[in-house]
Each structure stands twice: as C-alpha cells, then as structure tokens.
C-alpha cells in the first residue's frame, strides 16, 4: 500500500509560485523546511509588543545596520522564513538583488504567543541549522524575553543552541550584535506584570 507524500517545495519553485501570483497577499505564508506555512493571524499583544520594537529599534540601531519586519530571510535549500522583526547587516542595493541570507543575518525576532511551540520547537531548529548566531523569542505568555545564542548540532544531527537565557521586563539587554547598544525590556513589555515575585 502506498503512502501519499506532500509535495516539498524548493526555494526557486517557492519563488517562481510567488511571481505566479499563487499566493494572496492576505494569505501570509512562509516556506519553511520545504512545506507552505500559513502564519498564524496575531493577537493585540503581538501587535502592541511589535509597535513598541519598531518604535525603540531604530532608535538604537540608526545606520548601523538595517532593520526588516515579516520580511523572508533565504536559508538554502527549502526555507524561506518572514521573522517578526530581523536585524541585517547593510548592503550597497538595500537587497534588492536578493533577500538576506544567514551570512546577512544579526539578530532575528519572534513575538510570541500563539505561535510559542512553533517559535520555539521549529524555529530553534531552523534558524540554528542555518548558523544564524542570535535568535530572541518575545515570550508574552510568560512575559519575559528568550534569547538564545551560540548554534550547535548534536551527535544525533539535531540543531538548537547551546545558550538560553531569560530576560524579565524590567531588565535591559545588550543587543548582540552591538554590546554597546542595549534595550530597556520595560518599553518592549506594555503588559502589566506583577514583578515583585522576580
């Protein structure tokens, strides 16, 4: 007896569905390990969380590097994510001659709420895989900040990261790819929380 398969794209047939016009704007889909991904809609708390980032980001960043939101990121040979947010080095033609690659790649961001598990179970993996060095995970479920660094594989050829740090609301974290530029989580975390318990 035969067993149906679902088709795995890869990025070029990905790009070619894209230009096609396969896809509805609306649809919001990311190609991730070969498979189409409809993301997930986003609740106020993810959109109220990611308003305070595109707020105090570019603040910080100013021309040091370039920041993209629920823009693709290219990781060869089957994904092509849309991070919440992602910090880019700069290039001469601002990418227009193709989406950042891992190489391109400073720091990606996820707000999390609904897609916690999926942040966290295929991202980690995926991002890790693609020796993408710093990936923070905006946990609004338990209101505190994951930041994970330093991409490995194990003996079993699974990938994830070596480090996980937690970071609460009312502390101040050091962007990774600029120690000197750091982040008051407080301006990040517009939900009120108990913090006496920390």
């Known amino acids: ?10 990025l070029d047939e990905y790009h070619k569905l894209a230009e096609l016009g396969f896809f509805h704007e609306e649809e919001r889909i990311e190609l ?16 109220t969380c990611l308003r305070n ?25 089957k994904s092509e994510p849309e991070p ?3 910090i880019v080095q700069n290039r001469d033609d601002n990418y227009l001659s193709g989406h950042p690659q891992p190489a391109d790649v400073l ?17 980690i993996p995926l991002y890790a ?7 923070w995970i905006f946990n609004l479920f338990d209101n ?12 079993q050829g699974k990938y994830g990261y070596l480090n996980k740090r937690i970071i609460f609301p009312n502390q101040v974290i050091a962007l990774p790819c600029f120690p000197d530029l750091s ?13 006496s318990g920390l």
């Open 183 to 195: 982040i008051d989580l407080a301006k990040v975390f517009s939900l009120k929380v108990n913090l």
């Open 144 to 155: 505190y900040l994951e930041s994970y660094n330093e991409p490995y594989q194990n003996h």
């Open 84 to 86: 919440d947010l992602a």
């Open 53 to 77: 980032l595109l707020r105090e980001l570019p603040k910080l960043i100013e021309d040091r590097a370039t920041l993209q939101s629920q823009a693709p990121i290219t990781l060869p040979p």
């Open 129 to 135: 895989q693609a020796g993408i060095s710093n990936y």
């Open 107 to 123: 720091l990606v961001m996820e707000v999390s709420d609904s897609s916690l598990d999926y942040d966290q179970d295929v991202k």
């Open 1 to 10: 007896m035969s067993i149906a398969q679902a088709k795995r794209f890869t």
């Open 32 to 47: 991730i390990n070969g498979e189409l991904i409809q993301k997930v809609g986003k609740g106020k708390a993810h959109e």
